[in-house]
């Protein structure tokens, strides 16, 4: 960063009046971290970064190496609105650094950068554009309950929707925040929503993921509700997905998976891409869905996907190729729920799509009939395997894959996988209220 950007970047903070600065980045988890600091340590925080104890952070460093720095991206400065004037706050997204300088191999948004370079070399720009659901519900005693907050369902209006304010307010800071929001609704379960925003290169779209659950939630606590994005928070309706919309853009500016005089106007580079990823996409599983509640929502029915394979009809496949063409031509991935990291998760994505392209890994014959509704034996008989039915199973087979463990870096694949073993032990452990309602009378 030269100094006339950091000259800049003080007087814009200087001109927008802001008190505070939020030093945001994730852990391995993808859960928000910050550090707060007075505006008057701006200039510091932009030449030399700000340290802090990466031994206290999910997955970041031991505690005898765990001095770490955060350099803000001046590309994210952003006021945040929701503060008032007396305590303005702005924020920063960081990049985490050893305190020799050199990038932290445990930062997620590193690995990103790490496979965006990777892409560019092959001359391509990776473009996301994740559908983020969500819950909202009500709080009791500062306590977020299950409770529904409207008994709505898709597409539903006002009065049904009583969310409808709160959508709004969420639209109007994101909105402030510099965000394209495309459109919003009431999702299938009540108390669902969605709220979608344009897509974008894959680092500015993983980091607007960031931003969205960090002001979704920090509305509806200014309403007296509780936002979550759980996977599967209440048994028996759907759960909560981040489908992944994906494409490859040209130095130039074309979209590289489109091809009019292909058949179903794919280009050959889609359709490797489309094999690199049903090749890995259950490692992939163990990052996209990287809780034990995750695979409460992919299961048979609840139109979450389990299935692997393609269409470009049909919304049971795992990879649904939408119906326009041209600029917009893109896949989507229908497995990733917004528990996951989205910077892993798309550094995920890109390598296995260009695994696909470098190695020609052609994918299956496209799946035009509703898989959900077919028979075992017909879905075998396809060669339609299914997604990792657990943590612990998706974890073996992110173990089991060298691709994937190798973009993510020895750090990084090392931590998820001692994060695996240790929720899965713990889930497998615990006394549920089902087993003591199922057993405790009987036996």
Request: some cysteine; hydrophobic content about 40%; charged content about 25%.
């Amino acid at each position: 960063m030269s100094g006339d950007d950091v000259s800049r970047m003080l007087e814009k903070i200087e001109e927008d009046r802001v008190r505070f600065i939020r030093l945001q980045f994730t852990d391995i988890m993808g859960v928000a971290k910050n550090v707060a600091i007075p505006a008057r340590q701006t200039e510091k925080a932009l030449t030399e970064g700000i340290s802090f104890d990466g031994s206290s952070i999910m997955g970041f460093a031991r505690l005898e190496e765990s001095d770490m720095l955060l350099k803000p991206d001046i590309s994210t400065y952003s006021i945040l609105p929701w503060r008032p004037e007396a305590t303005r706050a702005a924020r920063f997204i960081c990049d985490v650094y050893t305190p020799n300088g050199k990038p932290f191999e445990g930062d997620p948004r590193y690995v990103l950068r790490k496979q965006v370079e990777e892409a560019a070399k092959m001359g391509y720009v990776f473009n996301t554009g994740p559908e983020l659901e969500f819950f909202l519900f009500r709080q009791e005693d500062g306590k977020p309950t299950l409770k529904f907050q409207d008994v709505g369902g898709y597409f539903d209006l006002a009065p049904t929707d009583l969310a409808e304010d709160v959508r709004r307010d969420i639209i109007l800071a994101l909105t402030d925040m510099g965000f394209d929001i495309e459109a919003s609704h009431h999702e299938v379960a009540e108390s669902q929503h969605e709220i979608d925003f344009k897509y974008g290169d894959a680092l500015t779209t993983a980091d607007n993921v960031l931003t969205f659950k960090f002001a979704t939630k920090t509305i509806a606590l200014q309403k007296g509700l509780h936002a979550t994005f759980m996977a599967k928070p209440i048994y028996g309706i759907n759960g909560s997905g981040m489908h992944t919309n994906c494409s490859l853009g040209t130095m130039d500016g074309q979209n590289a998976f489109y091809d009019p005089d292909a058949p179903k106007q794919l280009s050959d580079t889609a359709m490797k891409f489309i094999g690199g990823l049903l090749k890995h996409v259950k490692a992939i599983t163990r990052i996209a869905n990287p809780t034990v509640n995750s695979y409460k929502r992919l299961v048979p029915g609840y139109e979450a996907p389990v299935y692997i394979g393609w269409s470009a009809s049909n919304r049971s496949a795992l990879v649904r190729v939408p119906a326009p063409r041209g600029r917009s031509t893109r896949i989507e991935l229908r497995s990733p729920d917004p528990t996951c990291n989205p910077y892993l998760t798309f550094a995920a994505i890109l390598a296995a799509g260009l695994d696909g392209i470098r190695n020609e890994i052609d994918p299956p014959q496209s799946i035009d009939r509703n898989i959900f509704h077919m028979t075992a034996e017909e879905r075998m008989s396809n060669g339609i395997e299914t997604l990792p039915g657990s943590l612990f199973e998706a974890n073996q087979f992110l173990m089991a894959d060298p691709l994937i463990c190798g973009i993510l870096g020895e750090h990084v694949a090392g931590n998820l996988n001692s994060i695996a073993e240790i929720e899965w032990d713990l889930f497998r452990t615990a006394v549920t209220d089902w087993e003591t309602n199922r057993y405790l009378s009987i036996y």
